[in-house]
């Protein structure tokens, strides 16, 4: 157990609002990851983070933000949510830069 | 773009088979991993291979990779219910090493 969770597992909310996921994690990891998975496109990155405050965009950053201020939590933001941003959303962490350990997902869908 | 194939993408066999699926690329990879995805969970890492020509064992479980770094294989042998799932492969690229994902090989061992 990598000691990393999710919150909310699920939401579902109307195009146009804002939304923030958040990944928490009790391992100490340095890497911390956001992926969107997509039936016919896999896992794809959306944000990553080399430590506090050290974030750099992914292959399918755009719509999305992310903040780290502290080791322990990592936030994805939609600032207007659409439906092309349903999707299910992975966190991982991870200290070598690329063995990753998943969270258990978040299910969003955007009405 | 550096792109990891999958191959097959889906493969349904009966209990005890033996089987192989396949993670290629064109490009090098600094590393690779295989990760097994179960149903409304996140992937879970199984294996790294780091060296070219590799040979890695988890149980009924043989990963290889290339000799040239370049693609990458994984062995069941005698399959069982238990295996069936997503089995990712993901490489890490030299220059900067970022993580790329294949698309995956859906796997159902029929009891």
């Known amino acids: 157990d990598a000691g990393i969770t999710q919150s909310p597992r699920h939401k579902v909310t109307e195009t146009g609002t804002p939304v923030t996921l958040r990944c928490h994690q009790t391992e100490n990891h340095r890497y911390m990851y956001w992926y969107r998975q997509d039936p016919g496109h896999g896992l794809r990155l959306i944000h990553y983070?080399?430590?506090?405050?050290?974030?750099d965009k992914g292959e399918v950053s755009d719509g999305y933000s992310v903040s780290r201020s502290k080791t322990e939590d990592f936030l994805l933001t939609l600032e207007s949510a659409t439906s092309s941003q349903t999707s299910v959303y992975f966190c991982?962490?991870?200290?070598?830069?690329?063995?990753?350990?998943f969270g258990p997902g978040t299910r969003l869908t955007v009405t | 773009t550096q792109l990891l194939e999958q191959s097959p993408q889906f493969l349904s066999i009966q209990e005890g088979e033996n089987l192989t699926v396949y993670c290629n690329s064109s490009?090098?990879?600094?590393?690779l991993q295989w990760y097994r995805q179960e149903p409304g969970e996140g992937p879970v890492l199984l294996v790294t291979v780091v060296t070219g020509g590799e040979v890695k064992k988890l149980k009924r479980l043989t990963f290889q990779f290339g000799d040239a770094r370049k693609d990458s294989s994984l062995h069941i042998t005698a399959a069982q219910p238990g295996d069936t799932g997503l089995y990712l492969c993901?490489?890490?690229?030299?220059?900067?090493?970022?993580?790329?994902f294949g698309k995956g090989t859906r796997l159902h061992i029929l009891p």
């Open positions: 991982a962490i991870g200290d070598s830069g690329y063995e990753q350990y």
């Open positions: 490009s090098v990879f600094s590393s």
């Open positions: 993901a490489g890490a690229r030299p220059r900067d090493d970022k993580i790329i």
């Open positions: 983070s080399y430590g506090v405050k050290d974030t």
